[in-house]
């Protein structure tokens, strides 16, 4: 099947400083692409959809200045948190849909564990 | 709106036994429903989907489902369970084919096989 890849895989960062997760598509084209949260023991909560070339629709309740996706290729979708905060610290999956008629399955990446101190 | 339940928090069965995990959903129109699986730690894993056609889905690791319009269910089973088995599992429906509309989860369940 379809591989999604996530970097960095684990992140400890300061409070107050921003921190950059990448989500690629190994092997196939994304036209669209998601950003979910998990809080433990908790499911997933959809943060964005992008679709390349255009801005991220965001869902209630998620800051747009605070959470930065950028999708500029078919192949890369970039989540950046700005100015972390402790309760910032999650588990962070992104999830990446293949843009051809028909294809209807989303793959997800391995998640990346932020903690925020 | 489309949503998703998954009625138990953990299921224990032990090695060997039929499992049964328990979804059921809510969607305006044609449910385009799936099953996943997480392991500690890790994303997501695809195990199957059910789109259109035979009730009854076949998956990954033996894994299947089987798809009752009128109960609104997608209940997975596994006829003989394993220890590697246990993990989390999640179902999640989506209200159109394609596009972007994203897949909306349960909650969850944690599966628990008993050696």
């Known amino acids: 099947g379809a591989v999604v890849s996530q970097h960095p895989s684990r992140v400890i960062c300061k409070s107050g400083t921003s921190v950059k997760i990448e989500c690629r598509s190994l092997?196939?084209?994304?036209?669209?692409m998601f950003w979910y949260r998990q809080f433990p023991k908790q499911s997933l909560m959809l943060m964005a959809t992008?679709?390349?070339?255009?801005?991220?629709?965001?869902e209630q309740g998620v800051e747009k200045d605070k959470f930065l996706i950028n999708h500029a290729s078919l192949t890369l979708s970039t989540l950046t948190v700005t100015s972390a905060h402790p309760e910032d610290s999650s588990f962070y999956i992104c999830s990446a849909r293949e843009g051809l008629a028909g294809v209807d399955t989303q793959y997800f990446g391995p998640g990346t564990r932020l903690t925020v101190l | 709106a489309q949503s998703v339940a998954q009625p138990e928090d953990q299921v224990k069965v032990a090695e060997g036994n039929p499992l049964t995990v328990k979804c059921t959903y809510s969607?305006?129109?044609?449910?385009?429903l799936f099953w996943y699986v997480q392991y500690p730690n890790r994303g997501l894993q695809f195990l199957l989907k059910?789109?259109?056609?035979?009730?009854l889905v076949k998956g990954s690791y033996g894994f299947e489902a089987e798809f009752n319009k009128s109960q609104t269910s997608f209940h997975l089973k596994k006829p003989s369970a394993l220890v590697s088995d246990s993990a989390l599992y999640f179902c999640a429906v989506r209200g159109s084919y394609s596009g972007n509309t994203p897949l909306v989860f349960g909650k969850g369940t944690r599966l628990s096989v008993i050696a």
């Open positions: 059910y789109i259109t056609g035979d009730n």
């Open positions: 092997d196939f084209q994304a036209t669209t």
């Open positions: 992008s679709n390349e070339g255009s801005k991220a629709t965001y």
């Open positions: 969607v305006s129109g044609n449910p385009y």
